[in-house]
């Protein structure tokens, strides 16, 4: 007579088992998802502060290639190159020169960018160094 023998010798998964590693595996690619999502804002937010940055040092620059007589007779805005810095939002751009010593000959000149980022939030960067009238180096 052959013997039954109800103990079962299969080996595998159960159902249960497989619907909860695929639950398990989908709530972490969600957040892998999520991860590099926010990561890719933050290297759009950084890519938006270095082109501001950039902009607010050219017109450091163009400001710096004036005479001093002519620095002190500027405009308080500056307006940008649309091909230069055509990923930042409406940026608009101020120019502030205000004496910070007793003397007439040193000047703080501050350069800011402002831009709508993410979200239509504003956004701006400043830029700020001194000039003189003889040179940095010769009060």
Same mark, same amino acid.
């Given at each position: 007579?052959?013997?039954?023998?109800?103990?079962?010798?299969?080996?595998g998964?159960?159902?249960?088992?497989?619907l909860v590693s695929a639950l398990i595996l989908g709530i972490g690619l969600v957040m892998m998802g999520a991860a590099l999502y926010s990561g890719f804002l933050f290297l759009d937010g950084a890519k938006e502060i270095s082109i501001a940055s950039l902009a607010a040092q050219e017109e450091v620059e163009t400001i710096r290639n004036n005479s001093?007589?002519?620095?002190?007779?500027?405009?308080?805005?500056?307006s940008f190159t649309p091909s230069s810095f055509s990923?930042?939002?409406?940026?608009?751009?101020?120019?502030? *020169?205000?004496? *910070?010593?007793?003397?007439?000959?040193?000047?703080?000149l501050s350069v800011r960018v402002t831009?709508?980022?993410?979200?239509?939030r504003s956004m701006s960067t400043t830029l700020v160094t001194l000039i003189t009238n003889s040179g940095i180096d010769r009060q």
């Open positions: 007579m052959i013997g039954f023998n109800m103990r079962s010798n299969k080996k998964f159960t159902l249960i088992e497989t001093y007589a002519n620095i002190l007779a500027m405009g308080a805005s500056f990923s930042l939002e409406s940026p608009t751009g101020t120019v502030t *020169i205000d004496n *910070i010593y007793s003397t007439d000959n040193i000047r703080r831009w709508t980022g993410y979200k239509g």
